[in-house]
């Protein structure tokens, strides 16, 4: 089995709203087609290819971890290696510690989106770092979840900062070390 299949059915990080928010279409990307393929693509200044996006988790993600429009993708998506991806091809990194790294790191974001449920947050589809800084929000507006007593949310959330931390130190270390590209 060749190395992405090895890695990327493995792991989805970067499709399932945990690495990237979303996905900025370039030029040269077939606008028509990747919309006729149900790709959501919202404009952000005009019509340009360049000014449109993709809302990450995205659509096109299979729960196998497949891409469902693999052949058709976009450039980003098929430009982009991961710091992991990119080290396990130069050797660096031994297959077995790679998934190992990706089953620690896909559990670190079953976590964060475990805490999120528990406070409240059903937005399973939305990216993780968007789901925490609207809750964020709202807890700083003294908005608080109505089915946990006071003290509990608090400690919930206290707990969901750390492991958001937690795990945005983790992207950052092996996946992608640039935060604004995120
Ligand atoms: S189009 Fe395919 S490769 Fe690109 S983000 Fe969606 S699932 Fe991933």
């Known amino acids: 089995m060749a190395l992405p299949e090895q890695l990327c059915l493995h792991c989805g990080l970067c499709c399932n709203g945990t690495l990237f928010r979303d996905v900025e279409l370039q030029p040269g990307d077939d606008v028509a087609k990747l919309r006729a393929l149900g790709l959501p693509l919202r404009s952000r200044r005009g019509l340009e290819a360049d000014s449109l996006k993709?809302?990450?988790?995205?659509?096109?993600?299979?729960?196998d971890?497949?891409?469902?429009?693999?052949a058709d993708r976009p450039s980003r998506c098929?430009?982009?290696?991961?710091?992991?991806?990119?080290?396990?091809?130069?050797?660096?990194?031994?297959?077995?510690?790679?998934l190992k790294?990706?089953?620690?790191?896909?559990?670190?974001?079953?976590?964060?989106?475990?805490?999120?449920?528990?406070?409240?947050?059903?937005?399973?589809?939305?990216?993780?770092?968007?789901r925490f800084k609207s809750l964020k929000r709202k807890f700083d507006a003294g908005e608080?979840?109505?089915r946990?007593?006071?003290?509990t949310a608090y400690d919930r959330f206290a707990e969901l900062s750390l492991a958001v931390h937690e795990l945005d130190m983790r992207l950052r270390a092996k996946f992608h070390p640039d935060?604004?590209?995120?």
């Open 54 to 63: 993709f809302p990450q988790p995205c659509s096109a993600l299979c729960s």
């Open 65 to 70: 971890l497949k891409c469902r429009v693999y």
């Open 78 to 98: 098929r430009e982009f290696e991961c710091a992991l991806f990119k080290a396990a091809v130069a050797g660096k990194t031994e297959l077995p510690a790679a």
């Open 101 to 130: 790294t990706i089953r620690q790191t896909r559990q670190m974001a079953e976590k964060v989106r475990g805490l999120l449920r528990e406070l409240g947050d059903a937005g399973e589809g939305v990216a993780l770092a968007k």
């Open 144 to 146: 608080l979840p109505d």
């Open 148 to 151: 946990l007593d006071a003290e």
């Open 179 to 182: 935060p604004n590209d995120r």
